[in-house]
């Protein structure tokens, strides 16, 4: 009978990655957030168009987040256990993604009815997820500790500046490039239509230059990075449920900050476009010129947030090292919430703007902190899976938001949009609140 040596193996140190080794496996995200910053902007306004009610259009919107609730776990898990001498172990992923939601966003304009635009939506949503959950683990395959925070950030700024010209698009294409925004009605505008086209390109092209332009650590590397930690071949998607069951202290923690947080994001992606046309331009009719330039500023409004986050991003590495991640993530959740609520106070569409300023800052919060404070509590072998489970509280709050919104809004404020706002405000300001009782166990290891 054969018998089976353990070899000890001396853990080695991650090596620090240089500034352009982050830009480019950082790179690919850019073009994801085309992709979402495409469908955060102008889904609802899809939907309005063809024909959706305001109390309706949240539940339109549970296909989103239940693709991920499904997809991200499942992902991370083939993530985990995939290698290929040439393309690596997350690559794959990020290449077939590409492709399926450059697809996806060719055609999502084309929607001709509301039941095929819910349909587009759920297989945008998952080729998007496809292609996200492994870059989560990618950098957290890649980076020490050390440099998880500024890898994250790095990740973030993409993020931001990929959403700025895409959430700009309609409203570039209209007033400096002269494409017409109005359309007859259930006809989707030029300017969305060709928004999608140049988002298509964008996100193919973006995934595609970080995987043609990093390389990732082979299974021998990682378990020297590792100590010899391994991913178990014999693991099947049972193991899904059981790491859900056993998911590190830390994680649980924060669980209950990105409940909330998600669900105040989600109540602003739904409701933001009725909300202000409804509240500002005083549109009434979907097909109106007052409706059309109140959707475009809403994607200007995003165009700010995300642009302001691009920014705030490389502030939260020294501000976390000058006071902690905690107390930086509650700041940035708190001016979050303050400006979600200040919507409804704002005269005109101008001082909207300001309002996007917290909400910005929040945003860089939430594409940071919790995945740098997360990475450090997490088995190293079990990367892309817990990555993937994180997801989970993301998506929920999403479907309970669009579960109970709608019914919210149509009972309690008389289908008045604007409300949805505060809500979402209140609940930023509660996942502040929660931060006080994470564990960092990392905290003072961070650049």
């Given at each position: 009978?054969?018998?089976?040596?353990?070899?000890?193996?001396?853990?080695?140190?991650?090596?620090n990655?240089?500034?352009?080794?982050?830009?480019?496996?950082?790179?690919?995200?850019?073009?994801?957030?085309?992709?979402?910053?495409?469908?955060?902007?102008?889904?609802?306004?899809?939907?309005?168009?063809?024909?959706?009610?305001?109390?309706?259009?949240?539940?339109?919107?549970?296909?989103?987040?239940?693709?991920?609730?499904?997809?991200?776990?499942?992902?991370?898990?083939?993530?985990?256990?995939?290698?290929?001498?040439?393309?690596?172990?997350?690559?794959?992923?990020?290449?077939?993604?590409?492709?399926?939601a450059?697809?996806?966003?060719?055609?999502?304009?084309?929607?001709s009815?509301?039941?095929?635009?819910?349909?587009?939506?759920w297989?945008?949503?998952?080729?998007?997820?496809?292609?996200?959950?492994?870059?989560?683990?990618?950098?957290?395959?890649?980076?020490?500790?050390?440099?998880?925070?500024?890898?994250?950030?790095?990740?973030?700024?993409?993020?931001g500046?990929?959403?700025?010209?895409?959430?700009?698009?309609?409203?570039?294409?209209?007033?400096?490039?002269?494409?017409?925004?109005?359309?007859?009605?259930?006809?989707?505008?030029?300017?969305?239509?060709w928004?999608?086209?140049?988002?298509?390109?964008?996100?193919?092209?973006?995934?595609?230059?970080?995987?043609?332009?990093?390389?990732?650590?082979?299974?021998?590397?990682?378990?020297?990075?590792?100590?010899g930690?391994?991913?178990?071949?014999?693991?099947?998607?049972?193991?899904?449920?059981?790491?859900?069951i056993n998911?590190?202290?830390?994680?649980?923690?924060?669980?209950?900050?990105?409940?909330?947080?998600?669900?105040?994001?989600?109540?602003?992606?739904?409701?933001?476009?009725?909300?202000?046309?409804?509240?500002?331009?005083?549109?009434?009719?979907?097909?109106?010129?007052?409706?059309?330039?109140?959707?475009?500023?809403?994607?200007?409004?995003?165009?700010?947030?995300?642009?302001?986050?691009?920014?705030?991003?490389?502030?939260?590495?020294?501000?976390?090292?000058?006071?902690?991640?905690?107390?930086?993530?509650?700041?940035?959740?708190?001016?979050?919430?303050?400006?979600?609520i200040?919507?409804?106070?704002?005269?005109?569409?101008?001082?909207?703007?300001?309002?996007?300023?917290?909400?910005?800052?929040?945003?860089?919060?939430?594409?940071?902190?919790?995945?740098?404070?997360?990475?450090?509590?997490?088995?190293p072998?079990?990367?892309?899976?817990?990555?993937?489970?994180?997801?989970?509280?993301?998506?929920?709050?999403?479907?309970?938001?669009?579960?109970?919104?709608?019914?919210?809004?149509?009972?309690?404020?008389?289908?008045?949009?604007?409300?949805?706002?505060?809500?979402?405000?209140?609940?930023?300001?509660?996942?502040?609140?929660?931060?006080?009782?994470?564990?960092?166990?990392?905290d003072?290891?961070?650049?």
């Amino acid at each position: 009978m054969a018998v089976q040596l353990e070899k000890e193996i001396t853990k080695v140190e991650k090596p620090n990655l240089s500034f352009w080794q982050l830009w480019n496996m950082n790179f690919g995200f850019l073009g994801i957030q085309f992709g979402f910053a495409l469908q955060n902007a102008n889904v609802s306004r899809i939907f309005e168009t063809l024909g959706a009610k305001v109390d309706e259009i949240a539940i339109l919107w549970i296909a989103a987040p239940t693709t991920g609730l499904l997809v991200q776990p499942i992902i991370g898990h083939f993530s985990d256990h995939t290698w290929h001498p040439r393309w690596g172990r997350r690559r794959p992923f990020f290449t077939l993604g590409a492709i399926l939601a450059s697809l996806a966003l060719l055609i999502m304009p084309h929607s001709s009815a509301l039941w095929m635009a819910a349909g587009m939506l759920w297989i945008l949503d998952a080729s998007i997820n496809i292609s996200m959950e492994p870059f989560r683990a990618f950098v957290g395959d890649m980076l020490p500790d050390r440099q998880r925070t500024v890898g994250f950030a790095m990740q973030t700024f993409f993020i931001g500046v990929g959403a700025v010209v895409a959430s700009a698009l309609p409203y570039i294409l209209s007033n400096w490039v002269g494409m017409s925004s109005k359309a007859g009605a259930g006809e989707i505008p030029q300017t969305v239509i060709w928004s999608f086209y140049l988002g298509a390109i964008a996100f193919f092209g973006a995934v595609m230059w970080t995987v043609f332009n990093t390389k990732e650590y082979s299974p021998a590397e990682m378990e020297q990075f590792n100590g010899g930690a391994h991913t178990e071949e014999s693991e099947g998607f049972a193991q899904i449920f059981t790491d859900f069951i056993n998911m590190p202290a830390t994680m649980r923690q924060l669980a209950f900050v990105q409940f909330f947080s998600w669900l105040a994001l989600f109540a602003m992606w739904i409701y933001t476009t009725s909300a202000v046309t409804s509240h500002i331009f005083k549109a009434t009719d979907t097909g109106s010129q007052a409706y059309n330039d109140g959707a475009d500023w809403v994607g200007i409004m995003f165009a700010t947030y995300n642009g302001l986050s691009a920014l705030f991003a490389f502030l939260f590495p020294p501000f976390a090292m000058a006071t902690s991640r905690k107390t930086a993530h509650m700041v940035g959740l708190l001016c979050g919430g303050l400006g979600l609520i200040s919507i409804y106070f704002m005269p005109n569409k101008e001082m909207l703007l300001l309002s996007m300023v917290g909400v910005g800052f929040a945003w860089a919060s939430i594409l940071t902190m919790p995945y740098a404070i997360l990475a450090g509590a997490l088995p190293p072998n079990k990367m892309g899976i817990y990555m993937g489970i994180f997801n989970f509280f993301i998506v929920i709050p999403q479907i309970v938001a669009a579960a109970i919104l709608g019914f919210v809004l149509k009972n309690f404020f008389g289908g008045e949009a604007i409300y949805a706002m505060i809500v979402g405000g209140i609940s930023m300001l509660i996942a502040a609140l929660l931060v006080v009782f994470v564990q960092d166990k990392d905290d003072k290891s961070i650049i």
